[in-house]
């Protein structure tokens, strides 16, 4: 992993639990390290291939000199968030807020507070054949974006397909949706059930009829999970043209089992039966 380090960025803000503090602000000092993948930008040359750290600096003023917030814990994670949700390439960060005029009575050279936050990119397969379909689905992605451990999230067109598993029910409507995670995988599965029930997902018959449906299927990074709660990736999901296809619209070189998702796609005879929607 490689890195991109601005530290001690001098700002003036208003944090504190004391009233005098919020009135009269202080100085406070910021280091950063960013943690992404710098070989493009070492091979092109090209800006838009890393992360510019002006950029970086006026966003994490915009923090600082901000709304004010009582703990520097509390503003810490304000800008961890922030570096991973507007900069994309950044993969970790490690924020540290230095407060050398905190209010304590007695010698000390600094008070400081460091946290350090990660993100991965998992695929999430989304799906309804009840009601205005497209319509779930979009409440569903509006549902997840909401969650503060969900940075961002990409999606692909939508699809309409047959069922599978179960065929004597109406066709649906899918997507595919790449988000950037704060969280642990069980943690994403909560966000992403919570999702379902907000919008009337009934559980009553395996592979019926549904307002929405979220499946887990994979990360960037082939994180595997296999206990009662959650299979990673999905178990079925190389099966399932209805998944490979918008899949390989968003991340056609991903590889699965050792093989890209293109080629997983080329192997399926359905794949022809799933029609892309209008935008």
Request: a negative charge.
């Amino acid at each position: 992993m490689d890195n991109i380090k601005i530290d001690r960025m001098e700002f003036y803000g208003y944090h504190g639990c004391l009233a005098e503090e919020n009135r009269l602000g202080q100085k406070f000092l910021v280091d950063l390290e960013l943690g992404l993948d710098l070989r493009r930008a070492g091979q092109t040359d090209e800006l838009d291939k890393t992360i510019n750290y002006a950029e970086v600096f006026a966003e994490t003023k915009k923090i600082v000199e901000g709304e004010p917030v009582k703990l520097i814990e509390c503003l810490a994670e304000k800008i961890a968030s922030m570096i991973l949700t507007k900069f994309l390439l950044a993969e970790n960060v490690k924020v540290t807020i230095h407060k050398p005029g905190a209010p304590i009575a007695g010698a000390f050279r600094d008070v400081s507070v460091t946290v350090e936050r990660s993100s991965y990119y998992c695929y999430l397969g989304l799906g309804s054949n009840i009601g205005n379909k497209a319509e779930y689905i979009l409440k569903a992605m509006d549902l997840l974006k909401k969650n503060p451990n969900i940075y961002s999230l990409e999606s692909s067109s939508f699809y309409e397909t047959p069922p599978w598993g179960k065929t004597d029910q109406p066709p649906f409507i899918n997507s595919v949706a790449k988000v950037k995670c704060g969280c642990e995988l069980h943690e994403l599965l909560e966000i992403c059930q919570s999702a379902e029930l907000e919008l009337g997902r009934e559980r009553k018959e395996h592979w019926g009829p549904r307002t929405i449906d979220i499946d887990l299927l994979c990360t960037d990074k082939m994180a595997s999970c296999d206990d009662e709660l959650l299979k990673l990736p999905h178990p079925y999901m190389l099966e399932r043209a209805f998944v490979l296809v918008p899949l390989a619209e968003l991340s056609p070189e991903l590889k699965i089992k050792g093989m890209a998702v293109k080629a997983h796609l080329a192997k399926l005879n359905d794949r022809d039966t799933i029609v892309k929607l209008n935008d």
